[in-house]
């Protein structure tokens, strides 16, 4: 893999794993939104699902939950996790967005949260979603929309990937992202943001006669 930024991700892993999620309330939220449009015939993926928190209160909503990390340390974390639980529909892969290899028109839901702003082509990833998904298909998205907030991160982004002691930051603004998934085919029909330089919650849908 010529991107070394998953090492910055293994480093991490352990720590991430027992990080408090910041805003609980949007969480629930963002949950809340993306368990109404699953069920037990959905056949969903997740890009860079982490330790798998996500996944692991998702997947008892569905058939089969893909949950995918280029972080072998996230993934080991989030199997462990899978195996106490006893979730046999909840499958992980150690795998990069860019080494997805799944049927066009296949999948019910893609899930990606906060993950976009980490990759170089995100543009390039919601297009693959779009071709992955089955018309009608949904894709939920987190997205910390760097360009449009007040933070030290806008700075620091330039240096990302710097002898691999930053993670990828790609700086992009929520109107540059909601343009991106519309070039991308999706219509996105819930957009919401908890609060000031908070992700964008997105959700945007694989028009049914596509
Ligand atoms: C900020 S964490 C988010 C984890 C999880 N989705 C969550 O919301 O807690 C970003 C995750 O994306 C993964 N990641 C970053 N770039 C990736 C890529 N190109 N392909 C696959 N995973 C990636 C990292 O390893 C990390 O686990």
Same mark, same amino acid.
């Given at each position: 893999m010529a991107d070394k930024s998953y090492k910055f991700w293994n480093r991490m892993a352990r720590r991430y794993a027992n990080v408090?999620?910041?805003d609980q309330g949007a969480y629930l939220e963002k949950l809340r939104v993306m368990k109404e449009h699953l069920d037990h015939r959905a056949n969903v993926l997740e890009i860079g699902?982490? $330790?798998g928190s996500t996944a692991l209160l998702l997947a008892?909503? $569905?058939r089969h939950y893909l949950a995918t990390d280029y972080s072998l340390k996230m993934i080991e974390i989030g199997r462990a996790k899978a195996q106490a639980a006893a979730m046999p529909n909840l499958e992980f892969q150690c795998l990069a967005v860019d080494q997805l290899d799944i049927v066009d028109d296949s999948l019910d839901v893609v899930i990606a949260m906060s993950i976009l702003h980490l990759l170089k082509d995100w543009q390039g990833a919601l297009a693959r979603a779009f071709t992955m998904l089955k018309p009608g298909g949904v894709l939920f998205s987190s997205t910390a929309c760097i360009a449009d907030m007040n933070s030290r991160y806008k700075h620091l982004a330039p240096l990302s990937g710097f002898l691999n002691l930053l993670p990828v930051l790609t700086v992009f603004s929520q109107e540059e992202l909601v343009q991106g998934m519309t070039d991308a085919g999706f219509k996105i029909f819930h957009q919401w943001q908890p609060g000031d330089d908070k992700a964008i919650f997105i959700a945007a849908v694989k028009p049914p006669q596509s």
């Amino acid at each position: 893999m010529a991107d070394k930024s998953y090492k910055f991700w293994n480093r991490m892993a352990r720590r991430y794993a027992n990080v408090e999620i910041a805003d609980q309330g949007a969480y629930l939220e963002k949950l809340r939104v993306m368990k109404e449009h699953l069920d037990h015939r959905a056949n969903v993926l997740e890009i860079g699902c982490g $330790t798998g928190s996500t996944a692991l209160l998702l997947a008892p909503h $569905t058939r089969h939950y893909l949950a995918t990390d280029y972080s072998l340390k996230m993934i080991e974390i989030g199997r462990a996790k899978a195996q106490a639980a006893a979730m046999p529909n909840l499958e992980f892969q150690c795998l990069a967005v860019d080494q997805l290899d799944i049927v066009d028109d296949s999948l019910d839901v893609v899930i990606a949260m906060s993950i976009l702003h980490l990759l170089k082509d995100w543009q390039g990833a919601l297009a693959r979603a779009f071709t992955m998904l089955k018309p009608g298909g949904v894709l939920f998205s987190s997205t910390a929309c760097i360009a449009d907030m007040n933070s030290r991160y806008k700075h620091l982004a330039p240096l990302s990937g710097f002898l691999n002691l930053l993670p990828v930051l790609t700086v992009f603004s929520q109107e540059e992202l909601v343009q991106g998934m519309t070039d991308a085919g999706f219509k996105i029909f819930h957009q919401w943001q908890p609060g000031d330089d908070k992700a964008i919650f997105i959700a945007a849908v694989k028009p049914p006669q596509s």
